[in-house]
């Protein structure tokens, strides 16, 4: 399956945010419109119908699949606990690998207050910010006369500049990648990174997307009334971003426009890969599409997400994945189970790199080539903190008082207060269970067989007994295995002068500089004493000589 690549593959990677798996067209959403990610599924990438972040929040996720490692390996699982100086990751590791790598700002992943340090991975960093701010909804007057649309992140129909546009930081991050594409003039491979805002709330999409959402072709709500023993965290987000006068056709209207922000993307997307062909490359890119976790889009009563809540509308997410031309590839949606810190892995094998360091990512060109090949047999996601952890909620984040009640995002705020609902959890899901354990003792179990909207919490259910056994059994097994990491390079157990002190006894005279060499350069101390013991033997020998 392999080729004989001379030259190493470019890494493109196209990251929107928020995005949930089934937006697209070639999912099973009769109502989504994105004709060239159906295309591009279709004939020159893997689509995975069953991909899973590790976090369903932004930061925490992506400092787990831009490593390859999960976020309690190292503790990255706030919105806060950024990566800091001397956390490899695809970037450095890349970079120090002789590629040239380009990103946009929108990353969330390097420690702002760390000065140089989001600089230092990177070889150029487009920061646009140099065009006109878009305009913003049509009916925001409307909308603020309204209390229901108080909390619930909707903006609706965005209006048009004087072009005819509603040219956005997101536009401008593409139309930068492309220009930077055609004008890139280096013999380096090119490791570039799009992150994009959309389709993250607020819920708002302009003409012609706007119009593109057939409202009748919708699927079905999962209804909160049709939901029994679910978390406390939906209960109380529901709570306080009090959607009760939401109508049917109110959800409807905030789902459409969210499909009609992935129909944006699906623009956007092929205006970089139309940049890349026109370049000249594109046959010479490994491409991955994919998203850092979804979005409740109205599901169970709420919308936009929540840290500690593992609902496949949240953790569930798109990935796509085009090799470079001489490598396999069986396009098409593959049923085999991905987590994103296999793009990690898989990032890093295209490019032919080798970590430093323990990670957990498996590569996916095995299944890239053969969309029968199974990957894993479960995934994993977590969240949330512990009860004494004040500092790992957003609202104490927000200062002193808290956050004013009538910012938007005040109602998940609010939430994380409670130490119960925002409780440190875990997610273990295999294709027909998922079980969701929490440190508070609020687990969940669900027959996705039975219930694939994950409607009926099944724990304590003694016929599912066996199976939640068996789950937890699996679970710490997995927290075992992926509990710490060791890097490949080896410490020293002494110093130069400590090594030298141990062994300056059995050195035979006139032998000292020598020995000393030996161990500034790197000798190790068994192999040291072998080399003591040769040497005193042949002093041994030439003296009986003599």
């Keep these: 399956m392999g080729n004989q690549r001379t030259k190493k593959p470019h890494i493109i990677i196209f990251n929107p945010d928020e995005m949930r798996w089934d937006t697209m067209g070639h999912m099973g959403n009769p109502a989504a419109h994105t004709p060239f990610l159906d295309e591009f599924a279709e004939k020159e990438a893997v689509s995975f119908r069953n991909a899973y972040c590790q976090n369903p929040v932004c930061v925490p996720s992506r400092c787990s699949f831009f490593t390859g490692l999960y976020p309690h390996v190292h503790g990255h699982r706030t919105m806060s606990y950024l990566l800091h100086p001397g956390e490899e990751n695809l970037f450095s590791e890349l970079k120090d690998a002789g590629y040239y790598v380009w990103m946009n700002a929108r990353n969330d992943l390097f420690a702002g207050q760390m000065e140089g340090w989001a600089e230092s991975n990177a070889d150029q960093i487009f920061y646009g910010g140099d065009v006109p701010k878009a305009p913003g909804p049509v009916d925001k007057a409307a909308l603020k006369e309204e209390e229901k649309y108080k909390y619930s992140h909707f903006d609706g129909k965005l209006g048009l500049d004087e072009n005819g546009k509603n040219y956005n930081a997101d536009d401008e991050a593409v139309d930068g990648a492309v220009n930077f594409i055609k004008n890139y003039d280096k013999d380096q491979p090119i490791c570039l990174f799009l992150g994009l805002l959309f389709p993250h709330v607020p819920y708002g999409v302009e003409e012609p997307y706007y119009s593109m959402i057939d409202r009748k072709k919708l699927p079905p709500r999962i209804r909160e009334e049709e939901c029994r023993d679910k978390s406390k965290m939906l209960s109380l987000l529901r709570n306080y971003q009090k959607l009760d006068d939401y109508t049917e056709e109110d959800w409807d209207e905030l789902r459409a426009v969210y499909l009609g922000m992935c129909a944006k993307i699906d623009d956007q997307f092929k205006r970089l890969c139309d940049g890349l062909r026109e370049a000249g490359i594109y046959d010479d890119c490994a ?4 998203s850092d976790h979804g979005d409740f889009a109205g599901d169970y009563g709420i919308t936009e997400k929540a840290q500690s809540s593992f609902e496949d509308c949240l953790t569930r997410v798109p990935l796509l994945i085009k090799p470079p031309k001489g490598e396999g590839i069986d396009a098409g949606v593959t049923d085999s189970m991905a987590e994103l810190v296999d793009f990690y892995a898989t990032a890093m094998d295209y490019a032919g790199v080798v970590p430093g360091r323990t990670h957990f990512g498996k590569s996916l060109k095995d299944v890239a080539a053969d969309r029968t090949k199974e990957n894993r ?77 994950e409607t009926a919490n099944q724990i304590g259910n003694p016929v599912y007994g066996n199976q939640t056994a068996a789950m937890q059994v699996e679970l710490m097994r997995w927290l075992q295995r992926t509990s710490d990491v060791v890097p490949y390079r080896y410490d020293k157990r002494f110093t130069d002068e400590m090594l030298w002190a141990k062994v300056k006894n059995d050195c035979p005279p006139g032998f000292e500089d020598d020995v000393k060499e030996k161990i500034r350069g790197g000798m190790k101390q068994g192999m040291l004493y072998m080399y003591l013991a040769k040497l005193r033997e042949s002093v041994r020998e030439k003296e009986i000589k003599e």
């Design 287 to 290: 491409i991955f599409f994919f």
């Design 377 to 453: 047999s479960f995934v994993c996601c977590e969240g949330g903190r512990l009860p004494e952890e004040s500092h790992c909620d957003e609202y104490h984040s927000s200062g002193p008082e808290g956050p004013d009640v009538n910012f938007v995002y005040w109602p998940k705020m609010m939430a994380q207060t409670d130490g119960d609902a925002h409780a440190k959890a875990v997610m273990i899901r295999s294709r027909d269970f998922k079980y969701v354990s929490r440190i508070t003792g609020e687990d969940e179990f669900y027959d996705l067989r039975e219930d694939p909207y």
